[in-house]
Each structure stands twice: as structure tokens, then as C-alpha cells.
């Protein structure tokens, strides 16, 4: 588009006169970005879905239902973020729409309406992911109020003292979200590499837990979980599940005993020295002024010593430094006062079947439902694509019959 500009400019205007435009409107004479922007430049031909990210982009095919399903189905869109798929899964839905509704022939406007129906299908599962996944945050984005992800498969940011960071893109202050499987993998290293003497030690280490954790950094780093302040409750996952971690009868996150996270009270004392500066102002009778100022200051009765005038209306004191002299030291029982997240027991295997399935796996259920419905490969005399077909179907079913 700006070339074209140009290019008309170049033909019907003076030099001049392009010289004095490009002065007021530099955008139409500057190139398209080399990379994309994440949105379409002011005045450029580039199209939104295509052109912006080159290795963003996912051919879309929208003549027939088959064709949208192939797209969904390509990994170049499963492996895109849910916010990128839902602009694909629009896109479809606006030109399939647009094509249907300019359609004449009635084989054309039929092909199509079965595109459509089942294009606003996917987009109407889309948005109920979305606004799912909008619920499972929580925070207002501020330093003493992060922006915390609670989706089930990560393990609850509420249940550990989660350290936050400035996100790029909106300024505000996030949780780095920990997934169930890399927590359950970082326990599952520490109860491995740490031997029980190591446990026993620091169960009571006397001193900050910040040591204990840089102790146990290498298999948090080894998942990507040691910058998230998570490192306190992989120790007492590992502690407490250590023996199953070990045997392997403990196999994934939620056969783990995670013990409650709490508040306690802490009492404390310590003695100071405080430097103050007192500022007062005694009333003396004298014949001058030197008289009254060396009567104060050479007192040798007191009589005009702070403490003689305290209360008076031009005392005041303030505190300019002080100094610990001893301590801090404990004073009294620790007392436990709330309790921020509660245990975890731990599920067997016949507690986890009776929970059913989750959210996630309620939309690959779906999808595999989807890819029964339009599997075409299935037809007399061809018993192991029916097989394949049926065993699949065998599949759905068991998990959609679990009791949620």
C-alpha cells in the first residue's frame, strides 16, 4: 500500500510538494518493519493474521468443515498460546460467515452453513475457556497484591510464599506460575539426592531458610522452578513424602502430603540505647541577655535542666538514632495464629477415578469426540482403521462415564 502511495505521488506531485508532505506525514514514506509489532502498522498493507509474525502464522483452510478441522488440528496451531488460537479460531469464523452469507448456490451455501455451524461451535468454546481461564486468576496486580494464576495444573501460588516480578508488557507485578508436574519432579530430585542425615539437619538448620533453599537450587533449576520462591515447600514436600519419593510408590503431585501453610507470632525483645534531641526554652529574669544565657548554661542547681521543664509549652524531643545493645532474642512461645493454605492428605489412586476428570481433560475428550465424529476412515473393508476408530471411541467413553 505505501509503495503503491508512492509510487502515485512520484507521478503526480512535484518534488516540492512531496518534500512539504513528508514533513507533515513521515509514516507514509517509512518502510514496514522488518519484524512484526503485534499490530498492523498505521498505513501498511500487512495483513493481521499473516503478515505481522512470520513464524507466528497458521495456513488457514475454511472451504469445508474437513478443511477447519484439518487447521485445528495442525500442531502449528495446538502449540500456539489460547489467546493466538481464539484470533485463528475468530478469523475462520469472520470469513466463513462473510462466505456464507455471499453465497448463491445452494450446494455452496450448504457446504458452507456446515463450516459455519461448527466454526461457531469451536468459537463458543473458545470464549468459555477463556472466561474459565480469566476465573482462575487473582490479584490486583500491585507489590503487596500480585497477579496470581491459580489454574489447576499449577500448584496453588496462595499455598507458598510466591515471589513476583514486574511483567513487561502491562507493569504489573505477576507470580511465576509452577506447574504440579515440575514441583512434583523438584521433590522427587531433592528426596533422591539429599540423604537423611541432610534432612535431619536441616529440619532445624538455625538459620535463614534462604540456605537451606540455595542448598537444593540445582534441581529447582534443573525443572525451572528456582526463581519462583517455591524452593521452602519443595523441602518439606521432600521431607515428609521422602520414603514413597524414594520406593516409587509416590507417583505424581497429588499422592503427596503437603503439609499446611501458616501464620505464627513470633515474640521477640531486644535492648537499645535511643539518642534523642530535646529542644526547650526556660524563662529566666535577668538585666541582659548575656546574663540570662550564662545563668542557663552554668546552672549548678539544675534548676534549668531539661527535666525541669518537661511540659512545659516549648518542650519537645525527638528521636535521632538508636543503637541495639543486645539482642533480638526469643521471648515466649511461637503461637500459631491463621492458617493460609490448608494440608494437602494426599489422593490414592481410587480417590483420584472418583473425582473424574479435569477441565483439561474435559477438552481433550472433546476433541477426541470431534475427531470420531469426522473420522472418514472408517468404511466395509476396512476393519483396522474401524478398529483404531472404535478403540478411540472406547477411550471417550470410559473418561466421560467418570463420576465428577
Given at each position: 500500500?505505501?509503495?503503491?502511495?508512492?509510487?502515485?505521488?512520484?507521478?503526480?506531485?512535484?518534488?516540492?510538494?512531496?518534500?512539504?508532505?513528508?514533513?507533515?506525514?513521515?509514516?507514509?514514506?517509512?518502510?514496514?518493519?522488518?519484524?512484526?509489532?503485534?499490530?498492523?502498522?498505521?498505513?501498511?498493507?500487512?495483513?493481521?493474521?499473516?503478515?505481522?509474525?512470520?513464524?507466528?502464522?497458521?495456513?488457514?483452510?475454511?472451504?469445508?468443515?474437513?478443511?477447519?478441522?484439518?487447521?485445528?488440528?495442525?500442531?502449528?496451531?495446538?502449540?500456539?498460546?489460547?489467546?493466538?488460537?481464539?484470533?485463528?479460531?475468530?478469523?475462520?469464523?469472520?470469513?466463513?460467515?462473510?462466505?456464507?452469507?455471499?453465497?448463491?448456490?445452494?450446494?455452496?451455501?450448504?457446504?458452507?452453513?456446515?463450516?459455519?455451524?461448527?466454526?461457531?461451535?469451536?468459537?463458543?468454546?473458545?470464549?468459555?475457556?477463556?472466561?474459565?481461564?480469566?476465573?482462575?486468576?487473582?490479584?490486583?496486580?500491585?507489590?503487596?497484591?500480585?497477579?496470581?494464576?491459580?489454574?489447576?495444573?499449577?500448584?496453588?501460588?496462595?499455598?507458598?510464599?510466591?515471589?513476583?516480578?514486574?511483567?513487561?508488557?502491562?507493569?504489573?507485578?505477576?507470580?511465576?506460575?509452577?506447574?504440579?508436574?515440575?514441583?512434583?519432579?523438584?521433590?522427587?530430585?531433592?528426596?533422591?539426592?539429599?540423604?537423611?542425615?541432610?534432612?535431619?539437619?536441616?529440619?532445624?538448620?538455625?538459620?535463614?531458610?534462604?540456605?537451606?533453599?540455595?542448598?537444593?537450587?540445582?534441581?529447582?533449576?534443573?525443572?525451572?522452578?528456582?526463581?519462583?520462591?517455591?524452593?521452602?515447600?519443595?523441602?518439606?514436600?521432600?521431607?515428609?513424602?521422602?520414603?514413597?519419593?524414594?520406593?516409587?510408590?509416590?507417583?505424581?503431585?497429588?499422592?503427596?502430603?503437603?503439609?499446611?501453610?501458616?501464620?505464627?507470632?513470633?515474640?521477640?525483645?531486644?535492648?537499645a540505647r535511643v539518642y534523642?534531641?530535646?529542644?526547650?526554652?526556660?524563662?529566666?529574669?535577668?538585666?541582659?541577655?548575656?546574663?540570662?544565657?550564662?545563668?542557663?548554661?552554668?546552672?549548678?542547681?539544675?534548676?534549668?535542666?531539661?527535666?525541669?521543664?518537661?511540659?512545659?509549652?516549648?518542650?519537645?524531643?525527638?528521636?535521632?538514632?538508636?543503637?541495639?545493645?543486645?539482642?533480638?532474642?526469643?521471648?515466649g512461645d511461637i503461637k500459631?495464629?491463621?492458617?493460609?493454605?490448608?494440608?494437602?492428605?494426599?489422593?490414592?489412586?481410587?480417590?483420584?477415578?472418583?473425582?473424574?476428570?479435569?477441565?483439561?481433560?474435559?477438552?481433550?475428550?472433546?476433541?477426541?469426540?470431534?475427531?470420531?465424529?469426522?473420522?472418514?476412515?472408517?468404511?466395509?473393508?476396512?476393519?483396522?482403521?474401524?478398529?483404531?476408530?472404535?478403540?478411540?471411541?472406547?477411550?471417550?467413553?470410559?473418561?466421560?462415564?467418570?463420576?465428577?
Open positions: 500500500m505505501k509503495n503503491l502511495i508512492k509510487k502515485i505521488l512520484r507521478e503526480q506531485w512535484s518534488p516540492e510538494a512531496i518534500q512539504d508532505l513528508k514533513a507533515f506525514h513521515p509514516e507514509l514514506f517509512e518502510g514496514d518493519p522488518k519484524t512484526g509489532t503485534g499490530k498492523k502498522p498505521k498505513g501498511s498493507g500487512r495483513r493481521l493474521y499473516t503478515d505481522e509474525d512470520p513464524s507466528d502464522t497458521v495456513s488457514v483452510k475454511f472451504r469445508t468443515k474437513e478443511d477447519i478441522v484439518d487447521t485445528l488440528n495442525k500442531a502449528s496451531f495446538k502449540n500456539k498460546s489460547h489467546k493466538r488460537q481464539s484470533q485463528i479460531i475468530n478469523l475462520i469464523h469472520q470469513r466463513v460467515r462473510a462466505a456464507h452469507s455471499n453465497a448463491k448456490d445452494p450446494k455452496t451455501k450448504k457446504r458452507l452453513k456446515r463450516a459455519l455451524d461448527y466454526i461457531t461451535n469451536k468459537k463458543e468454546k473458545s470464549k468459555e475457556k477463556t472466561k474459565r481461564l480469566r476465573e482462575q486468576t487473582i490479584g490486583s496486580g500491585n507489590y503487596g497484591d500480585p497477579i496470581m494464576d491459580t489454574s489447576s495444573g499449577n500448584v496453588p501460588p496462595q499455598s507458598y510464599d510466591a515471589g513476583s516480578y514486574t511483567h513487561a508488557k502491562d507493569g504489573k507485578r505477576h507470580t511465576s506460575p509452577v506447574s504440579k508436574l515440575a514441583f512434583f519432579k523438584a521433590a522427587q530430585l531433592v528426596s533422591k539426592m539429599k540423604d537423611d542425615m541432610w534432612f535431619t539437619q536441616n529440619e532445624d538448620g538455625g538459620e535463614s531458610t534462604y540456605y537451606r533453599t540455595n542448598d537444593i537450587e540445582t534441581p529447582l533449576k534443573v525443572v525451572g522452578i528456582n526463581k519462583t520462591g517455591i524452593g521452602d515447600k519443595v523441602f518439606w514436600a521432600a521431607f515428609d513424602n521422602k520414603e514413597g519419593l524414594r520406593d516409587g510408590s509416590i507417583t505424581n503431585y497429588d499422592q503427596l502430603y503437603l503439609r499446611p501453610f501458616k501464620r505464627y507470632e513470633v515474640p521477640m525483645y531486644e535492648t534523642k534531641t530535646i529542644s526547650y526554652a526556660p524563662k529566666v529574669d535577668a538585666f541582659s541577655k548575656e546574663d540570662a544565657q550564662n545563668n542557663v548554661m552554668y546552672d549548678e542547681d539544675g534548676m534549668y535542666h531539661s527535666g525541669e521543664w518537661y511540659g512545659d509549652p516549648s518542650y519537645d524531643e525527638s528521636d535521632d538514632d538508636w543503637e541495639t545493645t543486645d539482642g533480638p532474642h526469643p521471648d500459631q495464629i491463621g492458617i493460609i493454605y490448608d494440608e494437602q492428605q494426599g489422593l490414592n489412586e481410587s480417590l483420584i477415578k472418583e473425582m473424574g476428570p479435569s477441565p483439561e481433560e474435559n477438552d481433550i475428550i472433546s476433541e477426541l469426540n470431534e475427531l470420531v465424529q469426522s473420522w472418514d476412515g472408517c468404511e466395509e473393508g476396512m476393519p483396522v482403521a474401524c478398529r483404531y476408530k472404535n478403540q478411540v471411541q472406547e477411550l471417550i467413553d470410559k473418561y466421560k462415564n467418570l463420576p465428577l
